[in-house]
């Protein structure tokens, strides 16, 4: 029973690099998140798809942009990284808008 | 939009006292309040929700209550264990617009052994 899978679980870049963080779920949830979390913040909504086909600008999207690439997955690119986006991210799903998340267990990402 | 607000953020307590963390949500229409336990290393995980129809809800040791009126809401955990120890995440879902939670800022709650 996976549940929410993310990849990578760790990486590091280089200002200016760009990469994707996977995500993908086997619960044949219709909604899909991405947040960041960073020490005394919280989680910060960067973007959701509330259905496929969907994607939707969060509390924190600037320099993010995601894909819905089918019901199952939801990726997260970064296009230039920059320090400030070094924190850990999580994706997470739901059934719909009456049911709670379900979280993966995060990519932890430093760029230096 | 939603803001929840969440205290405290660090609790310490010993070993078999109750815990209680409290947050307080500003739209009346939130009608879905989760609450998260995020263990070292892992994602956040669901331990309990409530709904705005409800007044509490427990589950063994844990239960939840809500005050509409208030518009605040409170974990309690009971007869505290070292499992517990974890940070706390409570969560606000408004009834009106799209369908994402408005998170706390979290609680890292110590069992004192």
């Known amino acids: 029973n996976a549940g929410v899978t993310q990849t990578p679980k760790f990486q590091v870049l280089k200002t200016g690099q760009s990469m994707t963080l996977q995500c993908a779920q086997d619960?044949?949830?219709?909604?899909m998140y991405w947040y960041r979390q960073d020490p005394g913040m919280g989680l910060r909504l960067i973007y959701y798809?509330?259905?496929?086909?969907?994607?939707d600008k969060g509390e924190v999207p600037n320099g993010y942009n995601v894909s819905r690439l089918n019901k199952r997955e939801f990726s997260l690119r970064l296009e230039s990284a920059a320090p400030s986006q070094t924190s850990v991210y999580f994706c997470?799903?739901?059934?719909?808008?009456?049911?709670?998340?379900?979280f993966g267990s995060g990519t932890r990402l430093t760029v230096v | 939009g939603e803001n929840v607000e969440q205290h405290p953020s660090t609790l310490s307590v010993q070993e078999g006292d109750s815990a209680v963390i409290k947050c307080t949500y500003s739209d009346s229409a939130s009608n879905y309040f989760p609450w998260y336990k995020q263990e070292l290393g892992k994602g956040p995980q669901l331990i309990i929700d409530?709904?705005?129809?409800?007044g509490e809800k427990k589950d063994q040791r844990i239960a939840v209550t809500l005050n509409k009126t208030a518009k605040h809401f409170s974990l309690h955990i009971t007869e505290t264990q070292p499992e517990d120890s974890a940070v706390y995440f409570c969560?606000?879902?408004?009834?009106?617009?799209?369908?994402?939670?408005?998170f706390g800022t979290g609680t890292r709650l110590t069992i004192i052994p």
């Open positions: 409530i709904r705005s129809n409800v």
């Open positions: 997470a799903s739901s059934r719909d808008r009456n049911y709670g998340y379900t």
């Open positions: 798809s509330a259905s496929e086909g969907t994607t």
């Open positions: 969560a606000a879902r408004s009834n009106f617009g799209n369908e994402k939670l408005t």
């Open positions: 619960m044949n949830h219709n909604s």
